[in-house]
Structure formats: C-alpha cells, structure tokens
C-alpha cells in the first residue's frame, strides 16, 4: 500500500467530524487524491449497522454482540473503501477505527480490552493508520452538550469517562503514531498542526518511494 492513512479518535462530540473535513479539504487542496469516510459506515452495509448501533431504539444489546456488530463494519469498510484508496495511492482520512472499538467496547463496556483489541486487529487485517489524531477532552464538557443523544452518547459519564482513559492509554502506548490534541479548542491552530504532520508523512513516502 502506497497511500497515507489517518484517522481521527476520541469521545463523541469532540470534534472528529468537523478536522475530518478540515484536513480532508486542505489535504485535497495540496493536489493529492482523499477519501474521506468514517465508520461505523462508509458504505451502504456499513451504514445500516451503524443505524443499529447509534438508534436508541434498538435498545440494550449484549455487550460482545455490539462489539462484533462494530467489528463487522470495520472488516467490510477496510476491505470496500480503505485497502482500494490506499492501493491507489491516495490519503484516507477516517472520523473513527479501531481505536474507538476498544476504548468504547473494551473500557467503556468493561470487555477485556485485549480480547477486544485481538478481534479489532483481526478485523482490520491488521492495518493501522499511519497517524491516529486523538481529539482529547473532558466527557463532562462535551456530550452533556448533546440534546438528542444517540444510544453510546447517552450512556453515563463514568462510561465515557472510561472511554477516554482507554484512548489515553492507546496513544501513551504507541507514541510515534499518534497526535493527541485538546479538541473543541482553537480550532484553525489544531487544524494546521494535523495538516503539517500529514503533509511531513506525505513527503517522507515520496523520498521513500524515489529510492
């Protein structure tokens, strides 16, 4: 695979969707090819899983039953959008991946986070993106916001709370792929930081793929 993968995590409402755009737009405007997705959807299956994870209507679901409906989209998304963008050459930037998986499935859900992490990873063939952007912040200052929650949003605070831990502890795990950055705060400032890091990945795989 040739292109570049980024991917941006963190708790919900904390800004993913809005840098996605950003650094898809600014990325776009540089002259290279981008994808921008999320998951849980990307594609038509994808979608209709998120409908049941995110629609309060469903209801509770078995905790291993949700995982694996996550795992699901993230085997069909990776194999339908991902792997052909970065086939091609071109940069793929995802609102969400493994990452939140196991923070929300594995602390959040109180799964064992290893065993969460192994189906993830093997979902996913094992990709993993080239930069992980985790958009940090406080649980209580941002879903709280939310007026109409899905079903994760309106969980408690101890959950996602506990959700966060679980992204610290991945990022504080692999250092070098990982930009973490307060989210919902200066907003253009953060935006040309992840722009400037991608833009360093793109030029290193263009020294590398001329030798």
Known sequence: MTGVFVVFEGGD???????????????????????????PGGTAAGERIRDILLDPATGDLDARAEALLY??????????????ALARGAV?????????MIAYQGAGRVLDVEDVERVARWATR????????????????????????DR?????????????QGFLALAAGDPERYLVTPGMEELDAT????H???????????ATLDT
Not at 15 to 31: D, E, F, Q
């Open 126 to 149: 094992d990709v993993r993106p080239d930069l992980t952007v985790l958009l940090d912040v406080d649980p209580r200052r941002a879903v709280h916001r939310i007026a109409d929650k």
């Open 196 to 206: 400037d890091r991608v833009m360093r990945i793109l030029s290193r795989r263009a």
């Open 92 to 100: 793929v930037v995802c609102d969400r991946y493994v990452d939140s």
């Open 152 to 164: 994760l949003e309106g969980e408690g605070v101890e959950f996602h709370e506990r959700v966060r």
């Open 13 to 39: 409402h904390s800004g993913k969707s809005t840098h996605t755009a950003l650094l898809a737009a600014s990325v776009r405007a540089a002259g290279y090819e981008v994808v921008q997705t999320r998951e």
């Open 71 to 84: 795992a699901a989209d993230k085997a069909h998304h990776l194999t339908a959008v991902v792997m052909p």
């Open 191 to 194: 935006a040309a930081l992840v």
